[in-house]
């Protein structure tokens, strides 16, 4: 299986295109970024199409990241996706950014918790706990740091996020240190694109798991009075 993934989520804009017949991604690029996701994603997908001698048509999938995060870059990502899936006539899937975080956590060892928690601002956090054998613990959710600590020193616990710094700095001193804390910017699309070779296909297109209300909201007093 041929699959191209994209990642545009969060502080990166990413491609990837996974050959599932050898061991290593045949190609991929990172662009550690926090705005210009739009102008950058079509010609990083072109150079890793390229570097990977991979055409549109010989795709078997496209995987994007649909959240949460930016509420810009989702939209980026899963246009991109769809509007390769559809002049490529391939199905597209979406994945969670939570579980492309988790991933090679649980690949590496699935008998310890790992908790994934993205920086959502103003004390918040969007969050999600892996169990023994990645099986969900606490579904996906913003939710108060404060919740996201107590989720992670109820046992040994990996913390992996962009939000893993905000966990570690309100640790209780009492409780034994976490088992392991990784921050990244974005998860890694390689992992990306193995979790979407693996995923069941979607009854649609992808769309944005948002988690939470946008932060710019309509202003209705300013509204002009429709005649």
């Given at each position: 299986m041929r699959v191209l993934a994209i990642d545009t989520a969060l502080a990166a804009c990413s491609a990837a295109v996974l050959d599932t017949r050898y061991v290593?991604?045949?190609?991929?690029?990172?662009?550690?970024m926090t705005r210009g996701h739009a102008e950058a994603i079509m010609p990083l997908i072109a150079r890793v199409m390229d570097q990977a001698g991979v055409e549109f048509a010989n795709l078997d999938r496209i995987?994007?990241?649909t959240g949460p995060g930016s509420f810009t870059g989702l939209r980026v990502g899963i246009s991109a996706a769809r509007g390769i899936a559809l002049a490529a006539g391939k199905p597209a899937v979406g994945l969670s950014t939570l579980a492309g975080y988790a991933a090679p956590h649980i690949?590496?060892?699935?008998?310890?918790?790992?908790?994934?928690?993205?920086?959502?601002?103003?004390e918040h956090v969007?969050?999600?706990?892996?169990?023994?054998?990645?099986?969900?613990?606490v579904p996906p959710r913003i939710a108060p740091l404060r919740e996201a600590v107590r989720a992670a020193t109820t046992g040994p616990a990996r913390i992996v996020g962009s939000g893993a710094e905000l966990?570690?700095?309100?640790?209780p001193k009492s409780e034994p240190p976490p088992v392991l804390v990784e921050q990244l910017g974005a998860p890694?699309?390689?992992w990306i694109a193995r979790l979407g070779a693996a995923a069941a296909e979607g009854h649609g297109p992808p769309k944005p798991l948002y988690?939470?209300?946008?932060?710019a909201q309509p202003q209705d007093a300013s509204r002009l009075p429709r005649r």
């Open positions: 290593a991604v045949a190609a991929s690029e990172t662009l550690p995987a994007v990241t690949a590496d060892n699935d008998d310890s918790a790992v908790v994934v928690v993205i920086d959502a601002r103003h969007y969050l999600q706990v892996f169990g023994i054998g990645g099986k969900t613990v966990v570690v700095a309100q640790w890694d699309i390689g988690l939470r209300a946008p932060d």
